[in-house]
């Protein structure tokens, strides 16, 4: 009699842990589960245990600790982003009114009778101020575009019009660049889905680059997908192809021109990016036998 009700005790006992395991293992699942619910949908509440679990209530509670710190991190470093965005666009819009100052000074001095000697100090200036106006005209864009302000006026437009219109507006700085451009455009109009503003400063900074790297020529090209988009290709031959960090190239910290030769905070093809995205679009970057190819994907009009 006495093993028998030792037994039934035992039985009743391992019953109990059994149970109390599995109501541990249902509090850790369920931890599990809101952590994972936090991290991929950021939501902004408490993990829930059955309390009557001392130790699993101790560890949701240093959890929910830790979480509200995570928050609390995360609240101060958006905050901390958009006070340095804030303060990015608030210093480059107040540099461009002298600097547009400090241009037209420079244009007057042109007019002056000056020795070979001032004139080559002069043009240094030129130079060293368009640069300068470049690079702060980026930082102010990026700022603006990044804030995520402004709205995006779609409309209907003829792409191949657009574009030749946009290569005989540039037809002088391609000349004198001495650039010869080959068009690919099919016997066909095409029509797209953008915001002609916006589209205007995407290919201003896709030409912006082919000004500053392409030698001899560059290609665009235009082809229709079968996926309602229209893929526009520009290409241009590159002298060092292996010192292009393809998977890079479009970080608003890249920059191919290491030595800063030429003008710009390298932010231009960020933004082409940023501008791109703006329009529910996409832009690639890949090298086909030492050619820079940019491939822009715009929607089709219907």
């Excluded at 420079?106 to 130079?127: A, H, N, P």
């Excluded at 995006?152 to 700085?173: C, G, H, P």
């Amino acid at each position: 009699m006495m093993k028998i009700c030792i037994i039934i005790i035992l039985a009743i006992i391992c019953l109990v842990l059994i149970i109390r395991l599995l109501v541990i293992r249902a509090n850790l699942d369920s931890i599990v589960k809101e952590l994972r619910k936090t991290r991929k949908e950021d939501y902004n509440r408490q993990l829930r245990v059955d309390l009557s679990s001392g130790s699993v209530a101790r560890v949701a509670s240093e959890i929910n600790k830790n979480l509200d710190y995570q928050k609390e991190l995360k609240l101060e470093s958006d905050r901390s982003r958009r006070q340095l965005k804030q303060s990015v666009s608030d210093i480059a819009h107040d540099l461009r009114t002298p600097l547009t100052v400090v241009k037209g000074n420079l244009q007057m001095l042109e007019k002056e009778d000056l020795s070979e000697k001032g004139k080559q100090y002069l043009e240094v200036s030129r130079k060293k101020a368009d640069m300068l106006k470049e690079m702060v005209d980026e930082f102010f864009e990026m700022s603006v575009l990044e804030s995520d302000v402004g709205d995006v006026t779609f409309e209907s437009i003829d792409l191949i019009s657009f574009i030749t219109d946009f290569l005989i507006e540039n037809e002088a700085l391609i000349r004198e660049k001495g650039l010869e451009p080959e068009v690919d455009f099919p016997d066909k109009t095409i029509r797209i889905m953008a915001d002609r503003e916006i589209l205007s400063r995407v290919f201003g900074n896709l030409f912006n680059n082919i000004l500053k790297y392409a030698r001899d020529s560059f290609t665009i090209g235009i082809e229709e997908g079968e996926d309602s988009a229209v893929y526009v290709r520009i290409s241009n031959h590159v002298d060092s192809p292996d010192e292009i960090d393809i998977s890079h190239i479009f970080d608003r910290t890249y920059r191919a021109d290491k030595a800063r030769s030429v003008g710009g905070a390298g932010l231009g093809l960020y933004i082409t990016k940023l501008l791109v995205e703006k329009q529910k679009g996409r832009v690639e970057a890949e090298i086909i036998d030492d050619n820079l190819v940019f491939t822009v994907k715009l929607n089709k009009s219907e």
